[in-house]
Structure formats: structure tokens, C-alpha cells
């Protein structure tokens, strides 16, 4: 149980472009997702949290605008990465756990690989 | 200071040994301590859990958590080579913080 799907695995498109990556919980529902970002040979870095119903609360430093999350489900949260440029090329990965269950593992997506000519 | 800490370099062990991992955290309330494998290119998967002190096993594996100290373990007994990939501290309550990993080398 408590999968996690992350569509697309790959994305390869040019600079200016915007990207939309899906994550769905498959067998559960979830309230709140998350949205991280790795670098290569870098520890995960929580981007924002998405939130089922109201705004994303975004970690500092992440620019909102750059990066549109939208949670309209409790089982789809998006994250749009508007007019990419190469510097935001990265592995982009979700998690979430069921709701009601806050201190359960989070479950990751397979992740999105992310590259920007 | 880092929320979480793992901060041994990369460890190589022969197959069959003992590996050794610790991470230490900075919030006393956190109630969530998680160890994640991520193989490279990959996502990580969760291979433990742990929410009170003492020792938790699970086949090879086994957690160690210490409040009052601010640190918890992760031993891999029987290292095999499939044991190689970046072990990922996670703590938390509902937002995790992970530690920077630690890459494991099982030499055959």
C-alpha cells in the first residue's frame, strides 16, 4: 500500500518552456504533499508543502511564482515549473502519507529528471 | 547548526560486515525518525522507522534511537552488495528533514 506516482519520469525541453509534473497517491488519500528538488550528489531540499484545498506553503528562498503548485484533490498535487531555464534542471521528487496519519512515513514518487537545454 | 547531521564520508565495507551509520538532530520535539535508501538516480524508499528510544529490527537492519541524546543509528548487518547506495536520515513530525546521506560501498 501507499504509493505514490510521479508523471513524467523525464523531461528534456528547451529553455523558456514551462513543465508541468503530476503526483498522485494511488491507494490513499492525502491532504498535504510534498514537493523536493536534489541536486546531483546533494541531499534533498524540501521546495514547498502542498496543501489539499488552500495555497502551497513554500520553503524560503523558493520563488512562488517560479514554481506553481496545485493541490485540487486529495489524491493529485501538480507542480508547474514556469519559463525553466538550465539552472532548474534537477531531480524533482513528491512524497505524501495518508491523511490523519502525520507521523507516518512519507512515501516518495519515482521522481522527475528534469533537464533544460 | 544543520537540522540533521550525518556526517561520516563515505564508508566501504566488505560483504558480509557490519555498516554503521549515525545522524544526529537539532529539534528535541521531533517524534519521527526515518532511514531511507536512495540508489543513485533513483527515489528514496523507506527501509525503517523508528518513534521511541531503544533498538528496532527489521531482517538486517536495525535502528537505534536515543532522545535525550539527539541521535539515531543504523546498523546493516550481513552487508551485501545490493546494500550499496545513500542512506538518507529523515526526521520529523509531519515535515521531515533529511540529512545530507551517507554513500555505502559493499566491496564484494
Known amino acids: 500500500g501507499a504509493v505514490v506516482s510521479q508523471h513524467p519520469s523525464r523531461v528534456i525541453c528547451k529553455s523558456g518552456t514551462s513543465v508541468k509534473i503530476e503526483c498522485r497517491s494511488l491507494?490513499?488519500?492525502?491532504?498535504?504533499m510534498f514537493w523536493y528538488r536534489q541536486f546531483p550528489k546533494q541531499s534533498l531540499m524540501l521546495m514547498a508543502t502542498?496543501?489539499?484545498?488552500?495555497?502551497?506553503?513554500?520553503e524560503q528562498g523558493v520563488e512562488k511564482d517560479k514554481f506553481l503548485i496545485n493541490h485540487a484533490s486529495l489524491t493529485l498535487s501538480t507542480l508547474t515549473v514556469t519559463s525553466a531555464h538550465p539552472e532548474d534542471s534537477s531531480f524533482y521528487i513528491c512524497?505524501?502519507?495518508?491523511?490523519?496519519?502525520?507521523?507516518?512515513?512519507?512515501?516518495f514518487g519515482d521522481g522527475t529528471r528534469l533537464s533544460i537545454l | 547548526q544543520k537540522e540533521v547531521e550525518q556526517n561520516s564520508g563515505p564508508l566501504s565495507v566488505p560483504e558480509g560486515a557490519i555498516a554503521s551509520l549515525n545522524c544526529t538532530y537539532s529539534?528535541?520535539?521531533?517524534?519521527?525518525f526515518f532511514w531511507y535508501r536512495q540508489y543513485s538516480g533513483k527515489s528514496p524508499e523507506l527501509i525503517m522507522s523508528i518513534y521511541s528510544n531503544g533498538d528496532k529490527e527489521d531482517g538486517r537492519f536495525t535502528a537505534q534511537l536515543n532522545k535525550a541524546s539527539q541521535y539515531v543509528s543504523l546498523l546493516i548487518r550481513d552487508s551485501q552488495p545490493s546494500d550499496s547506495a545513500t542512506y538518507l536520515c529523515?526526521?520529523?513530525?509531519?515535515?521531515?528533514?533529511f540529512g545530507k546521506g551517507n554513500q555505502v560501498v559493499v566491496i564484494p
Open positions: 512524497s505524501a502519507n495518508p491523511s490523519g496519519y502525520s507521523n507516518q512515513p512519507q512515501h
Open positions: 529539534d528535541r520535539v521531533s517524534q519521527s
Open positions: 491507494d490513499f488519500q492525502a491532504t498535504t
Open positions: 529523515a526526521v520529523g513530525n509531519n515535515r521531515l528533514a
Open positions: 502542498s496543501n489539499e484545498g488552500s495555497k502551497a506553503t513554500y
